[in-house]
C-alpha cells in the first residue's frame, strides 16, 4: 500500500463500522500480530500521544479511537460544547505512524433500541463519580462496546483519569476480558499544569493560577520523600498551595490506594493524591504517586 | 490423545480455570476452528443435550460450561437447595462428544473485590424480570463473563428461557460481541410438558395438572391457524386450559413480539405465547410461537 505522499509507508486506514474495523483487523490478528487500543474522545494533546508512542512498544499494530461518547457528560450542555476537528487530530496521529483508526457515528456505538449498561459499582462511587452522576457507568459501558469492536491484545489509559484508569483495571479483571492493561503516565506541560484539552478555555491569569495545583502535589511528594506519612498533613500542605489562588475552589483533594482507589489514613508508596480544583470554572484534575 | 476406552476418539477436556480453558482453546482458534459455546447451570436434561446437538452443525469445536451462578437466585434457598452432579452432568456431555467442559469454582468467576454488573434494561423489566428482582442482571454478567473466558464464534440459547434468550441477543448487539447467537428450539416430554430440571419437584398429581399448560399452548396455537388474532382471545384459550387445575395459579400469560418483547394487542406470525404458572409449589415456565 502507498501512502500519501507516494512513500512506501503503508498509510494509517480509517474506519467507521464495526464491520470495516473488523476486516481491516482480522487478518493482522489471523497472521499473529499483537493488536494494541488507545481510546480516544479526540482534541488531542500531547498526553495522548504520548500514550500511542508508549503502547508501540507493547503490540505490533496500533489502533485509535475517536469518539465523542454522549452518555458521559453528565451535563448535555458539555457535550454540545465539545469541540472535536477529527482532521487535525487524524493528521497527528497519522504523523505517530498509528496504524488503525476507529472513528464510529454514534447511531454506530448506539444503535437502535440500545439498552444494555455496565457499571463498576464501588469504585465509580467517590471522587468524579459522586460529582458527576452517570460518568463512569457512560465510560464503563462505551469502553466495553470500543474493546469489543476492537478485541485488543493490549490498552493504554492515562493516569491523568487516574480513577478511570481503576475503574478500566478492575472491570477488565471482572468480565474477565483477555486485555493487558498499561498505565500511560501523566504529561505535564513545561511549567508543571497536566496536559488537559480543558486547559484551551483558561485564560491567562487563571492558567498562572492552574499552577498551583501541581505545585501542591509536588510539595506534597517532596514532604512525603523527607518522612511525612500522614495523609492529613499531605492533603494540608496540596491545601495551602491551591490556597494562594484568586478564587480557590477545590472539589477534592485526597490521599488512596494506588489499586482500589480507597482513602488512606497514611501514605505509603502504593499511595496516589488526586486533586481537583476549579479555574475560571474549569474543572482541572491532576494526581502524582508517591 | 487416547479416549478412556482406549479409542482413537479424543476425550472431554475439562477445565476450571479461565487460564486452563484459553490454553486448551488458543491453538485449535489459531488454527481457524470454530468455537461453539452451551452455557448451562448442569442438572442436564434432554434439553440441554439438543441444544449441544444442533450447535455441532455451526462449529468445529464445541465448549459447554456448568456453572451454578449464585447471582441469578433471587433467593438464595433456591441456590443452596439447586442440585448438580457434576460427575453425572459430565458424563452425559462426554457421551454427545463435546470437546471442552467448563466448570469453573464461584471463586474464579468472582474473584476477590468483583463488583461490575451488566444490565439489559428495558428487556429485564417485565414478566421473569418484575418476579425476580437482580436475576437477569445476574444473567447477563455471568454470560458476559463466560462470553469472554470462551470467546466463542457462536453460542447457543433454549427458547425454553424465552426471555433470557432475547436479553442475550440484545446485550450481544449492544455490546458489540462478536458472537452469533442461535436459538435452540424447546423440548417436550412425550406427554408435551416442557423439559426443565424443575420438572423432577412436581408430584404425580402435579405433573398430570402441568400438563394444562403446553395443552393450553397447544389449543391456542390452533386456535391462531385457524384465524383467530385477538391476543386476548389467544390468551384466554391458555387460560382456560390452566384453570381445569386443582389449584390454578398463574403468574402470567402473555402474547408478546418475538424480538422485543412487547406485549402485542394482535397476534401476527413472529408473537409468542409466554406462560409461568405454579404448580406442587414450583414455577414452571413454557412458550410457543406462532
Redesign the interface.
Known amino acids: 500500500m502507498q501512502g500519501k505522499a507516494g512513500t512506501q509507508e503503508k498509510d494509517m486506514q480509517i474506519c467507521q463500522t464495526?464491520s470495516q474495523l473488523?476486516a481491516v483487523l482480522a487478518p493482522l490478528r489471523?497472521a499473529?500480530k499483537r493488536i494494541g487500543f488507545v481510546p480516544t474522545m479526540g482534541a488531542l494533546h500531547e498526553g495522548h500521544i504520548s500514550l500511542a508512542r508508549t503502547l508501540r512498544e507493547h503490540c505490533d499494530v496500533r489502533v485509535c479511537s475517536i469518539f465523542v461518547n454522549p452518555t458521559q457528560f453528565n451535563d448535555p450542555k458539555d457535550y454540545q460544547a465539545y469541540q472535536v476537528n477529527l482532521e487535525r487530530d487524524s493528521e497527528m496521529l497519522r504523523a505517530q505512524g498509528v496504524d488503525v483508526l476507529f472513528s464510529p457515528t454514534v447511531e454506530q456505538?448506539y444503535?437502535p433500541?440500545?439498552?444494555?449498561?455496565?457499571?463498576?459499582?464501588?469504585?465509580s462511587k467517590p471522587f468524579e463519580g459522586a460529582l458527576r452522576p452517570g460518568h463512569f457507568e457512560g465510560v464503563?459501558t462505551v469502553v466495553?462496546?470500543l474493546f469489543?469492536?476492537v478485541?485488543p491484545h493490549v490498552a493504554i489509559f492515562g493516569e491523568k483519569d487516574f480513577q478511570q484508569l481503576c475503574l478500566i483495571e478492575?472491570?477488565v479483571?471482572?468480565?474477565?476480558?483477555?486485555i493487558r492493561i498499561i498505565r500511560g503516565a501523566l504529561v505535564r506541560d513545561s511549567d508543571g499544569l497536566a496536559l488537559s484539552s480543558r486547559n484551551a478555555r483558561l485564560s491567562a491569569a487563571g492558567r498562572e493560577d492552574a499552577l498551583y495545583i501541581s505545585r501542591g502535589l509536588f510539595a506534597a511528594k517532596e514532604a512525603f520523600i523527607s518522612g511525612e506519612r500522614s495523609s492529613e498533613a499531605l492533603e494540608q500542605i496540596v491545601r495551602s498551595y491551591i490556597e494562594k489562588m484568586k478564587d480557590p475552589q477545590v472539589d477534592y483533594i485526597a490521599l488512596v490506594d494506588e489499586k482500589?482507589l480507597k482513602r488512606v489514613a497514611t501514605a505509603q508508596a502504593d499511595t496516589r493524591i488526586l486533586v481537583v480544583a476549579r479555574v475560571d470554572g474549569v474543572r482541572l484534575l491532576d494526581n502524582i504517586g508517591l
Not at 433500541?113 to 469504585?123: A, D, L, M, Y
Request: glycine content about 6%; charged content about 20%; aromatic content about 4%.
Open positions: 464495526v473488523r489471523a499473529g456505538i444503535p433500541g440500545f439498552q444494555t449498561i455496565v457499571r463498576v459499582t464501588e469504585i464503563a466495553t462496546i469489543n469492536a478485541s478492575r472491570m479483571q471482572d468480565l474477565a476480558l483477555d482500589n
